[in-house]
T-cell receptor, first 115, second 113 residues
């Protein structure tokens, strides 16, 4: 009965490869997000989708391409992986709401390590 | 732009000690304010929130009050437990319906028995 689930939990790969991370939520939320958490635990939003439409894109390199096949799924594809992409990537979801005060529910994260 | 500043960690306390984690923010108007907690190996969980000035959020013995005059949302707990060991994040959501959360840098708390 996991609310927000990400796969895989760990991803180790070589520089230059292309990889995808999948995210699914069963909470009936209409908004989903990707965040990046660096080695110092700093958390920064990358993308947000509302009903499959992109609403936030925070100056992320275009090697990162989110895809939302439906409002319960938001996948993240990364091309030509670089050392600086090593981080923990978190998916989250929420209802869209007045004044942005709907709490976001987070997955357990995907730890990406680039060799 | 909008930003959140938290006190630097890590912090180590003994069980039953008093905890304060300072958080101040920069934003226009009246953002919503949140505290999230991240236990080891897990994603973030909402701890408490406040959506307007003078609101107090509380949960699991933690409290924080939205202070517009000092642009602050400090987290407090009167008596911490070992199970409170985690990373704590202060965050804001800008006024106007934006779905974006802006996080502080997080503070790691370790509570020893």
């Amino acid at each position: 009965d996991t609310a927000v689930s990400q796969t895989p939990k760990y991803l180790v790969t070589q520089m230059g490869n292309d990889k995808s991370i999948k995210c699914e939520q069963n909470l009936g939320h209409d908004t989903m997000y990707w965040y990046k958490q660096d080695s110092k635990k700093f958390l920064k939003i990358m993308f947000s989708y509302n009903n499959k439409e992109l609403i936030i894109n925070e100056t992320v390199p275009n090697r990162f391409s989110p895809k939302s096949p439906d409002k319960a799924h938001l996948n993240l594809h990364i091309n030509s992986l670089e050392l600086g992409d090593s981080a923990v990537y978190f998916c989250a979801s929420s209802h869209s709401g007045v004044a942005g005060n709907q709490p976001q529910h987070f997955g357990d994260g995907t730890r990406l390590s680039i060799l | 732009g909008d930003s959140v500043t938290q006190m630097e960690g890590p912090v180590t306390l003994s069980e039953e000690a008093f905890l304060t984690i300072n958080c101040t923010y920069t934003a226009t108007g009246y953002p919503s304010l949140f505290w999230y907690v991240q236990y080891p190996g897990e994603g973030l969980q909402l701890l408490l929130k406040a959506t307007k000035a003078d609101d107090k959020g509380s949960n699991k013995g933690f409290e924080a009050t939205y202070r517009k005059e000092t642009t602050s949302f400090h987290l407090e707990k009167g008596s911490v437990q070992v199970s409170d060991s985690a990373v704590y994040f202060c965050a804001l959501s800008p006024q106007g319906g934006s779905e974006k959360l802006v996080f502080g840098k997080g503070m790691k708390l370790t509570v020893n028995p």
